[in-house]
């Protein structure tokens, strides 16, 4: 595809449910983002994957949330027993490189709207 | 560690007239700063960069934001606005090193007056 693309790119769920966010980025991308922008912020980065590991996830506000990319492509974004305050705009983003020096833009999808209810 | 902060969450400004958002940045290292807008139930569109090239940058729709290093500023400006710039835009900083997570600012909602 042209672009990074995420699905489902709205979600509603019960409180208590578990949600799985998909982020398919731009092929040959080796660094992945997840970001959260809840109503009316700026994002918030969560996690970054280079290739299928795992490098930084200090932004992941509980372990209820867990990430992955097992095969260094596609990335799901999980949260178990979702709570109200999990409400928000799911970001994804990725870029060519890891961290190589020089500028390395990122792309982003479209979101996933998460509504806990 | 970087941030950028945003003045004022909110801007009005009137068809034709000057579109000024302002944004300051703090980064222990030489920083990369980029502007994004977001329309409303979209995604963040990059508006302009800076690289650490020309410390003045022009960006898509006639946006332009310098660069000004003693006065850890990076505000971005039109000269005049239009309706259709009406919309939510983010400052956001990033490290130089290092895989370059994007930290952002809380957004300025610009209302065009007609």
């Known amino acids: 595809g042209a672009g990074v693309s995420q699905s489902p790119r709205y979600k509603v769920a019960k409180r208590g449910q578990d949600v799985a966010l998909r982020c398919d980025p731009i092929s040959g991308h080796v660094s992945l983002f997840w970001y959260q922008q809840a109503l009316g912020q700026g994002p918030e980065f969560l996690t970054y994957f280079q290739n299928e590991a795992q490098l930084d996830k200090s932004g992941l506000p509980s372990d209820r949330f867990f990430a992955e990319r097992p095969e260094g492509s596609v990335s799901t974004l999980k949260i178990q027993r979702t709570q109200q305050e999990d409400s928000a705009v799911y970001l994804c983003?990725?870029?060519?490189?890891?961290?190589?020096?020089?500028?390395?833009?990122?792309?982003f999808g479209p979101g996933t709207r998460l509504t806990v209810l | 560690a970087q941030s950028v902060t945003q003045l004022g969450s909110h801007v009005s400004v009137s068809e034709g007239a000057l579109v000024l958002l302002r944004c300051n940045y703090s980064s222990s290292v030489p920083p990369y700063l980029f502007w994004y807008v977001q329309y409303p139930n979209q995604g963040l569109q990059l508006l302009l960069k800076y690289t650490s090239a020309a410390t003045l940058v022009k960006g898509i729709n006639g946006f332009e934001a310098e660069f000004k290093k003693s006065e850890t500023s990076f505000h971005l400006t039109k000269p005049s606005a239009h309706m259709s710039d009406a919309a939510e835009y983010f400052c956001?900083?990033?490290?130089?090193?290092?895989?370059?997570?994007?930290?952002f600012g809380t957004g300025t909602k610009l209302q065009v007056i007609p």
């Open positions: 983003a990725s870029s060519l490189l890891g961290g190589s020096g020089g500028y390395n833009e990122q792309f």
């Open positions: 956001a900083v990033t490290l130089s090193g290092g895989y370059q997570k994007v930290t």
